[in-house]
């Protein structure tokens, strides 16, 4: 196993300089615009989607860096960008997250890969969860 650092490799400074540049691009230019509309900013899921940053490739691989900080590197572009935004791109992984805790291998197969769809066919997951008497915290 890798010794721990949190000293940012080749790999970590292309991810976070790609993000960076996306938030740069496709999300700052818009935030205000999507926030005050209150709608789903799905122009920019789309770009994201074609540029490959929504996707399960992309969070898979953030997700198995072994030093875990592919995924902090880009949820910190994306919120830089908007933080609304970067829970819009990054949201679906609270499902992803439900079906990998309680779905059987089978069901991992089938479901997740339809939770970002495609590019050409982007779908966004939900994630609901009801505990009776638990208030807002579960």
Known sequence: MAEFSLELDDEHITVRDWVHEFAVNYIRPVAHE???REETPWPVIQEAANAGLYSLEFKTDAVSDPQGLKLVLALEELAW????????????LLAVAGIMATGTPAQQMEWIPQC??????????????????AGSDV
């Not at 960008?81 to 679906?92: P, Q, R, V, Y």
């Open 34 to 36: 999507w926030d005050e």
């Open 116 to 133: 970002f769809g495609t590019a050409k066919d982007v779908k966004i997951a939900a994630f609901c969860v009801s505990e009776a008497d």
């Open 81 to 92: 960008g908007d933080a609304g935004i970067c829970l819009s791109l990054m949201g679906t």
